[in-house]
Structure formats: structure tokens, C-alpha cells
């Protein structure tokens, strides 16, 4: 009797890891991979170099949220061994494409304090969901 649930699951299994598979997560660290082309359903994940000891932060100034869902709040991480106090990291922010349709993410890197001043590096990615 287990011989053949197990059967029956292993099948079930290989089907579930096809359509996840089939969905993917896609992974974006520069704007020269744009404009991107996402299934409903697929994962994003935006990283971008940071440094916020220099007081300069990235912001998401257009989120594509007519496409794209938010997956929580920014994540900073830095490397463990470069042993250098104020060395710069990654931030990085998730996204689902929920519905089908075309928008923009656009983030600006710059100190929050200074808004009228330029920003030092604006990244910019023309999305489109299928």
C-alpha cells in the first residue's frame, strides 16, 4: 500500500517542480538586461550595489505596481570578509509579476537629506508581463 502512494506522489512531485521551474525567479543586477519580458507568476530579484555608511540610499521612485507586486521591504547585505568597516554591500528588493501588462521600475540612488540634488546613479527597467 505505501509502495503505491509513494508511486503516486513522486509523479505529483515532478509536476509541482516543473511548473515552479516553469515560472522561475529571474535574477537582475544591471539596468543593461532591460527591458525585461515576465511570466504572470515569476519572480524578480533586483540587486544593486550600495553603500549606505556614505548616506546614499537606493529608492524606488516607480515600482511597476500596475505588474508587479512588492515582496517586502529592501534587504542589505554586505560581504562577511572584507573586513573593512564602511566597505559597501548589495541592496536587494523581490517582485511577483501578478498581472499581465507593461510598466517601469525606476530607483534612485542618492543622500534622502539632498532631494533636489541630482541623483548619483539612477537605475531604470521597462517591464513587460505576459
Not at 505505501?2 to 506522489?9: E, G, K, N, P, Q
Not at 516607480?62 to 562577511?80: F, I, K, R, T
Not at 564602511?86 to 536587494?92: C, P, Q, R
Request: charged residues 20%; aromatic residues 6%.
Amino acid at each position: 500500500m505505501h509502495a503505491t502512494l509513494r508511486l503516486l506522489t513522486l509523479p505529483a512531485l515532478a509536476l509541482l517542480t516543473a511548473c515552479a521551474h516553469q515560472s522561475g525567479t529571474l535574477e537582475l543586477k544591471k539596468d543593461r538586461q532591460c527591458p525585461l519580458t515576465l511570466n504572470k507568476g515569476q519572480q524578480l530579484i533586483l540587486s544593486l550595489p550600495s553603500n549606505p555608511t556614505t548616506g546614499f540610499r537606493w529608492e524606488v521612485r516607480d515600482g511597476a505596481a500596475n505588474v508587479l507586486q512588492s515582496l517586502g521591504p529592501e534587504v542589505y547585505s554586505n560581504p562577511e570578509d572584507s573586513g573593512v568597516v564602511g566597505a559597501g554591500g548589495i541592496s536587494t528588493w523581490r517582485f511577483t509579476a501578478r498581472e499581465p501588462g507593461e510598466g517601469r521600475l525606476l530607483l534612485t540612488y542618492q543622500q534622502p537629506w539632498e532631494p533636489n540634488v541630482p541623483p548619483a546613479q539612477t537605475f531604470e527597467c521597462e517591464l513587460r508581463v505576459k
